[in-house]
């Protein structure tokens, strides 16, 4: 234990222990580079992210109009030297941008009403800052504004940001409300936005925003600790209208507001320091942003607002411990933490929230959950959540089915967030989680939940499906990524499959068991990759497999993508010509010095997320590792998924090897630690790998316990020598969902070279479609 | 009868009698020149006005911006040659624009989807059309559109437009539906529009809009009467945005369409000529407008509507049965059609609607109105629907009162409409409503509503109130037009006053009381007129008494606004110099002769309009001509009134000699021809001049009837001989709101010339606050 951990301790020591797992967490893992995470504060599924933006302004790159979609997704890049201000909703990980709702910033002296820029920062409100004043922890984040000698403090609720500002003694208070900042905030992203004065410590108001949620309301209600001295605003955009009829200014002290691009100042006064301000997010109207202001934090002091945070995110994270390093526990812990971030609950306190039809609906028997970034979280980060916040995990897919039900188009969420769906990636991978989630026994209603899966798989206008539901394939006409779509979509029928058989529905079933084999009609045999094929049969010519970008897949060439068949890798290895070619294959991938051609245009792959030919930072491969498994080598598993660990996830700001993607990266960590990973989620078993740390006790919503041991593990010791399970000799290459729920221990005797005996049985296999 | 009259009572034998009073009822009156009626359908007020929009594209004159925010107000000037499409919502006869919702135009050949100009009709999807294919009846509009050989057919409920379109044989059928198109249509009024097509027969959507009404939300829910084969949309301003995922067209035949100036199209198999589009408006939300939808329209044919709104209309119109000429009669029924479309209803079929907080709120005990043009309607249009349809007026005021309630300025509503004041114009005039409706008995609570009141009169922001607390009067330098303010707001204050007198407030009736002589303090004794003044108490100097502009009143001169004080006449009278200074006053206004330099830049007064000095059309003089009554020389009332009939409503299209001004003008007329005026709304009298025709009947809403009878009256019989009140001699120069709500026959012997002898003694006078 750190000296800084220690007292730490210390100065909490009526809650000393329950706060161990908090300490380990570092939020500013992956603020630079790839991570694309925010270091601001936020609580387990919580709506508000309230977190610094730094530079976020749009440039102008030679003539051309360049928002930084890609760099600023999360509104905070770690080697800025400004912070244009704190908004509260932020994608945690996401390779695109969006958000970045309601920035605040403190001010004193001369009222600047736009931000400025990052190389002349005087000309506008933002202010310098240093890392060195810089802190933040699960629910809490701090920074100096030196620029206006400020101590900036932030926590939240579920629902409601709180700011703490304290002003330099006799200084100016006012803060900046900038409605027309965003992520991704290209000219004209904020359509309107209202403020009303309701009196002098209550504003409320609204915006909405056409951003990746292409019609976005945003309502808010924000209390303040002091009454209101003055008040007003300006709009960068003047209007063209001109006929008002009003005979008297509103632009000051006025309390009604409203504008395109509207930013707004209020002014305190001094007598006092400390400013606190709490502003309350609602997606369905003021009224409701008030009421989620008044159950969450009215009446509650900062310190007892970050009591609660600090307790929530401490009861969250304590239900793993583990044992490891200090680096290994803030990995860990700040992975865990990651995975807890998106999907947000997204209701008011009473259940109201506004649906994909833009109807405001009562969420009945569920909590509503927005921000599913499916093709990247179906594959850890739902069924990791599945595993150890079930509840959650269940009320997900509970929304994803209203989210089919209210979608005009009777498709279940691609990529959705605030009652938008971008159908951003491809697939409708939503049917995997739910499949999931049935599997391992949530309670959903299987028809329901099978007709909305069998309604998204056959929308003829998403992305090829045309072309899928004739040909068994898309084509090159019918789409820009035919070959991965189809991969993708056949392993989506697998899910669909899946469920129709535990819904006692064989005729579906029988449908979909065809479907979930459509990955051989794209695969050719004679170079032994898949491969796009046109509508009228032929393969692509010329072909690269090797290239990313323009040969029929999406963020993955064919030689990642060809391993893309997790519902049948003995029916992929028949294609492939066998065991050993297909061993080879996984070899050559791992081993491959791929040639900088291939990569140095793509913004989300660099030289150091490269594994030879795999790509982690990319969600493809992210089962991959595991492949071996199905072989008579599954320690290569076991060397690659340490490999992996050690080279993507390290304890700094440049520490994850890719985006983090709303936790899947993340949720990949934590299996990987376990020892096992879900490569087929929809099933009901988990692949092993090998153990990451000598310890790992997970406390289940159930009340049981499962142990992980592998006391000798190391990078040395990283191969599994032998398993027990609860004590008993334990020989397959995967445990199922039920064997962990039942509680026990598994133990893990680690070596420095591999057993090549193990886990060779037919019988110690895992699930395969074919065999 | 004419004979066309005759024919149609013939085809609709059935119900000929109910008919009658609908066929006089000419909604192209006041469609030309200063009118700014509308011609399209509606009901009795129906929040839907379905009507043609002629020529509202914004001109660029001399390089500067000119949207028509004057001339177009209703949307369609007589003159123009051409029509844009037909859009759902239309003041009726105001004098700024807004509105225009959502312009639906059917079309074939090829796609044209911008509106293109009058002088190039053919570069848009405009029409030509002809006023020999046209007809406009209550409830009911036709024209045949020549460019596309389409006959257009309108009709509507309260909340559902309904379209027919009957395209040629074998033609292309397709409809355009602009959400780009409104009145006032400058450029970037409407902010964002989305679609949804729901299946093949269902749209629904929502625009959001900039305009008058600040933030003002219009969503909808469109059925077809044939299933969709083809849609798309355009959005005419490209969005800046370019960092969409989506790899499918959206553009054609995808359901889920958004934009900021999107136009659509919609097209349809020609099997069958006819298409009907139903079109149901919500405030609230897409839900709210499909249950709209469903309550008033669903499997309702157009005929079936159209017996609906036509029964509506005479059922409301027949309750003043009148005899007259064709013409009168036309200009008696059309002036009673248009009191009855403004305020209009303005929540959802369950009572959901959106508040001026933009909440969602359910009216609990009343039905929600908006569409409150003040300023105009509170002089006669309120007290008029307080007499004739008293239960719409008392939902008024509560509506009224909940705006107050849901104001963030505790302002009651001085000009509102859809969820927003643009506090147009001046003074506080719904109190004025409020009290009315208190002195004639409306279920309203007193308290709640002197709250109201009280609240709305102390706002120190609005147009020089802060002055006018302090000092009792407004300041030039408070307000530009601190004169006319000063005279609006002590008659508001009067109307407090006297509410306060009846919820037995003695304390707040003697502070009111004082503020309704307020009056005095800009009488400038010397000049014997209204003044403006400085704050330091000086009179403005230079000043000009026939000047509308810049001389501290608004919509009138001082010669106008000197006379503005209906709560206390005599006072006035003193001010004045006494009788016969007020008299040769009032006769020199009528007589004088007008310079033009006096009108000539004032878009609302042309030559025509004016009578000597008297500008009918602008409402500040309305109750000028009943001053008479004070005096000894009451027969001038009697003169003047029937001239102002005469030469300022006539039955054509140029007929309206002002705005209409949401049925103040028309109100004006019904009075007037009944033969009494509410000079005073508030207090419970009745101001006599004489009837304007030789017998009327109103069937109260109690089931009372009313009688006005004058057998003799005609232009030279113009005069009051004597008067009976239910066969009693009746001296006195007014009648109380309860003698007609009793019931009754009021009859007036008419002469050629005065009786110089009647109405003099004092207590056949009406009520002043001071004599």
Redesign the interface.
Same mark, same amino acid.
């Given at each position: 234990m750190k000296l800084r951990h220690f007292l730490l301790g210390l100065s909490l020591s009526a809650t000393a222990v329950s706060f161990a797992q908090n300490q380990y967490v570092n939020p500013m893992i992956g603020t630079a580079a790839m991570g694309h995470t925010f270091p601001g504060a936020c609580v387990p599924f919580g709506i508000v992210q309230l977190s610094p933006d730094t530079d976020t302004i749009p440039h102008n790159i030679n003539g051309v109009?360049q928002?930084r979609?890609y760099e600023y997704c999360a509104g905070y890049k770690y080697p800025d030297k400004t912070i244009v201000g704190f908004s509260h909703t932020h994608f945690s990980g996401t390779g695109?941008?969006d958000l970045g709702d309601l920035l605040v910033m403190p001010q004193t002296g001369k009222l600047k009403l736009n931000p400025g820029t990052a190389d002349k920062p005087d000309n506008g409100y933002r202010s310098r800052f240093s890392h060195a004043t810089e802190k933040a922890t699960p629910g809490y984040y701090t920074v100096m504004l030196d620029d206006y000698g400020v101590k900036a403090e932030l926590n939240t609720t579920q629902r409601v940001g709180v700011h703490r500002y304290t002003y330099p003694k006799g200084a100016d208070q006012r803060f900046i409300l900038d409605l027309n900042h965003g992520l991704?905030n290209?000219?004209?992203?904020t359509?309107?936005s209202?403020l009303?004065?309701?009196n002098d410590t209550l504003i409320?108001g609204?915006r909405?925003t056409?951003?990746?949620a292409?019609?976005n309301f945003t309502y808010f209600a924000i209390s303040l600790s002091k009454p209101l001295k003055n008040y007003g605003y300006q709009d960068l955009q003047k #209007?063209?209208?001109?006929?008002?009829?009003?005979?008297?200014p509103i632009n000051r002290?006025?309390?009604?507001m409203?504008g395109?691009k509207m930013v707004s100042y209020f002014e305190f006064d001094n007598a006092d320091q400390e400013l606190i301000i709490k502003v309350a997010l609602s997606a369905t #109207?003021?009224?409701g942003a008030v009421k989620n202001l008044k159950a969450e934090a009215a009446g509650k002091s900062f310190n007892q607002i970050l009591a609660q945070a600090e307790n929530n995110w401490q009861n969250q994270l304590s239900s793993i411990q583990v044992e490891g390093t200090d680096d290994q526990k803030a990995m860990f812990y700040t992975s865990y933490y990651h995975t807890l971030i998106n999907p947000s609950v997204y209701q008011d306190v009473d259940g109201m929230y506004r649906g994909l039809?833009?109807?405001?609906h009562k969420a009945e028997g569920f909590t509503n959950y927005t921000i599913f970034s499916l093709w990247d979280t179906y594959r850890a980060e739902h069924p990791f959540l599945m595993l150890m916040k079930p509840q959650a995990a269940r009320d997900m897919v509970m929304s994803m089915i209203r989210h089919q039900q209210q979608s005009?188009?009777g498709l279940l969420p691609v990529?959705s967030h605030m009652a938008n769906d971008?159908?951003?990636?491809?697939g409708y991978h939503a049917t995997s989680v739910l499949a999931d989630a049935i599997t391992k026994g949530a309670n959903i209603n299987k028809d329901e939940a099978l007709k909305a899966m069998i309604s998204t798989s056959n929308v003829e206008?998403?992305?090829g499906m045309s072309d899928y539901l004739k040909l068994g394939y898309v084509s090159l006409e019918g789409?820009?990524?035919p070959a991965s779509n189809t991969l993708e979509y056949c392993y989506d029928d697998w899910t669909i499959y899946h469920t129709a058989l535990l819904a006692g529905n064989q005729k579906v079933a029988d449908q979909y068991r065809e479907r979930a084999l459509n990955y051989r009609k794209i695969y050719d045999t004679n170079i032994g990759f898949a491969r796009p094929r046109h509508r009228n049969g032929s393969f692509k010519e010329p072909f690269d497999v090797k290239q990313t970008a323009g040969e029929g897949f999406i963020e993955g060439n064919s030689w990642n993508f060809s391993f893309h068949v997790p519902q049948d890798v003995y029916g992929l290895m028949k294609l492939m010509g066998g065991e050993k070619q297909f061993v080879s294959k996984l070899d050559e991938m791992f081993a491959q010095d791929l040639d900088p051609i291939y990569y140095e245009d793509n913004e989300d792959i660099e030289k150091e997320c490269l594994i030879g030919g795999y790509v982690h930072g990319n969600e493809p491969s992210h089962h991959v590792p595991y492949l071996y498994a199905f072989t008579t080598q599954p320690w290569k598993t076991q060397y690659w998924v340490r490999e992996i660990m050690n080279r993507m996830y390290r304890n700094n700001v440049e520490g994850l090897g890719g985006n983090d993607d709303c936790g899947q990266m993340s949720a990949w960590y934590i299996f990987t630690a376990m020892g096992f990973y879900p490569i087929c989620p929809g099933s009901d078993q988990y692949v092993l790998g090998a153990p990451y740390l000598p310890f790992m006790k997970l406390s289940l919503d159930n009340g049981k316990t499962f142990e992980i041991r592998a006391p000798k593990v190391s990078d040395t010791n990283r191969y599994v020598k032998s398993v027990k399970l609860n004590g008993q000799p334990y020989n397959a290459l995967y445990i199922t969902h039920d064997m962990i729920l039942k509680g026990g221990i598994l133990e893990f005797e680690m070596a420095a070279k591999p057993n090549k005996t193990r886990g060779q049985k037919k019988t110690d296999k895992p699930y395969s479609l074919t065999d």
């Open positions: 109009y928002p979609v695109h941008s991704y290209y000219d004209g992203k359509l309107w209202t009303r004065v309701e409320t609204f909405l056409n951003g990746w292409r019609t #209007s063209n209208y001109n006929g008002h009829w009003r005979k008297f002290n006025f309390p009604e409203a395109r #109207s003021a009224e039809d833009q109807n405001i005009v188009h990529w971008n159908w951003c990636m491809s206008y998403l992305d789409s820009g990524t």
